[in-house]
Every structure is written in C-alpha cells, then in structure tokens.
C-alpha cells in the first residue's frame, strides 16, 4: 500500500506528493471494491453508476427539450454516462491533487523556490505600481493591454507565496487554494454543459442526441390515421394499406420499445420541433435517407 502523504521527508518533490497522493485514492477505491465482496461485485458496482449517470443525463436532457418521460432500460445508458463519469473521476483527482499541495506548502521550502518566488514578488509589485501610474495618466481611454497587466500581476502575487511555500505568506497561500477549490467545484457544471450544448452533436451510438435522417417502412395498419398523416402527406398514400416508406424523419433516440422521432432536423423543441414516439413493433425496415 502506498505511503501516506504526511510520512514523506520533507525533501519530498510536488510531484511525488500528487503521485502518492492519487495512488492512495486509487488504493482507497480498490479497497471500497473488495469489501463488497469478489472483484466482479466492484466491476458491476461501477457498470450500475455509469448506467445510472447515463440515465439522469439523459433524462435531464428530455426534460430541457420537451421529449417528456425516458425509458428506465436501456444499454445506450452505458455510452451516455462516460462523460459524467470522466468528469467525476476528474473532480476527485483534483481534490486529491489539492490535498497534496496542502501538505507540500508546510515544507519550508528550497533555496531556488524561495528565491523564484521572491523574483515573482517583486515583478507582481512592480506591474502592480504600472498599472496604477499609466492609469492615472491616461484617464478613462485605457488601452486593453493594460487589464492584463494587472490580471498578470494579481496571479504572480499569488503564486510567489505558494513557491515560497512554509515561509510564504499563509493568507494568500490559502486565498489561492480557496480559488483553485472554486473552479475545481464549478468544473462540474460541465456536465451541464454537456447536456445543453454537446450532447446534440454526438451521434447516438456514442451516447448523444444528434438527429439522424432516416426513412422507415412502417405497418400502416398499426398506426392511427394522424401517425399516417405526418408520415406519408396526403393523397394515395392514406388510404393505401400494408407496408408504406414514410418521408425522411429524424432519429434522435433508438431505444429498445421505441423510436424517437423529429419531422425536422435539430435539436428538439416541445413548440417549434416536438418528440413523437414511435412503437418499434410496427417498423419494418430502416433506411438512410440517401438510400
């Protein structure tokens, strides 16, 4: 089993500290999984999170775009939950990640840190008393370079103390942990990002929603006269009966009882570009529209 991060010398590297940090984190996780019971309990512990991961995410995004209820079961959950659970995985890297860096800053630290981050210091200081002369000078007609001196400037301020780390300034130590923590937490709403604005684009055989232009030969006889009307128009075609090829529809969801359809291409909508469902029972064949 790995050491602990608190038993390393104090000579001890970054480096090592986030290596053995993760690794613990790593152990951790193996060790939740043999006490459930055989290594194949873990494996469908881990099967079950990414398919329920996949299911929320899908279901978020049915309730976003109008398509109303999901269906519980289906093994398209698994390649819908990667991502969510890549970006969890991630997080709690970071967190250990972060973990380490806490215990690293209690070191005093080496020569060459101490003197980098004093250098970094004084640059900070300097960009600082920068900005504020040209900004005096030039009133309110600032050039748009001059806001990244001063962004420039905060952020070295910050990271001379962290170089300096057991004799560096602990309020700003903290203060830039307290930053990094907030992104790290903010990093999660990716997923929501995902579900919003990426998620339309990957095809579904990768977990995604992105419309795919089908033809389908339906059994007319198994559908309702409305169903017939959006699939074939009007004329011969409604009171032909048997087997019939609909116009191009768009697939969005292949799901084991049913298919979910647009009239249109896109992301869906509940006004301008609803869901319709369709029984897979009456579909007899599925085309590419180019066919």
């Known amino acids: 089993m790995p050491p602990d991060i608190s038993e390393l010398p104090e000579t001890a590297s970054l480096g090592s500290l986030i290596r053995t940090n993760i690794a613990n984190l790593g152990s951790k996780l193996g060790r939740v999984m043999k006490t459930s019971g055989e290594r194949r309990d873990g494996l469908l512990l881990a099967a079950g999170v990414l398919y329920l991961l996949g299911y929320l995410t899908w279901a978020w995004y049915g309730y976003v775009n109008g398509i109303g209820f999901i269906p519980v079961f289906d093994a398209q959950y698994f390649a819908s939950g990667v991502v969510p659970a890549a970006v969890i995985c991630l997080f709690l890297i970071g967190l250990r990640t972060l973990g380490a860096i806490d215990v690293w800053l209690q070191h005093p630290p080496t020569p060459g840190q101490t003197k980098v981050g004093k250098i970094l210091t004084i640059i900070a200081v300097v960009g600082i008393l920068l900005f504020g002369a040209i900004s005096f000078f030039v009133g309110k007609s600032k050039p748009p370079w001059l806001e990244w001196i001063m962004f420039t400037a905060v952020i070295l301020m910050l990271l001379g103390p962290i170089l300096e780390r057991g004799r560096g300034i602990k309020l700003f130590q903290r203060f830039m942990i307290w930053i990094v923590r907030f992104y790290l937490f903010l990093s999660l709403l990716f997923v929501g990002v995902y579900v919003e604005q990426v998620m339309p684009v990957v095809p579904t055989e990768w977990g995604g929603a992105r ?81």
């Open 211 to 291: 419309a795919r232009c089908i033809l389908l030969d339906v059994d007319s006889a198994q559908i309702s006269p409305d169903t017939r009307r959006r699939f074939f128009g009007e004329g011969e075609a409604l009171s032909a009966q048997g087997v019939l090829r609909t116009a191009p529809l768009h697939l969005i969801y292949d799901g084991s009882e049913y298919f979910f359809l647009l009239e249109h291409g896109g992301r869906p909508s509940a006004k301008t570009n609803p869901v319709f469902r369709l029984r897979k029972d009456t579909v007899k064949g599925v085309f590419p529209c180019n066919s």
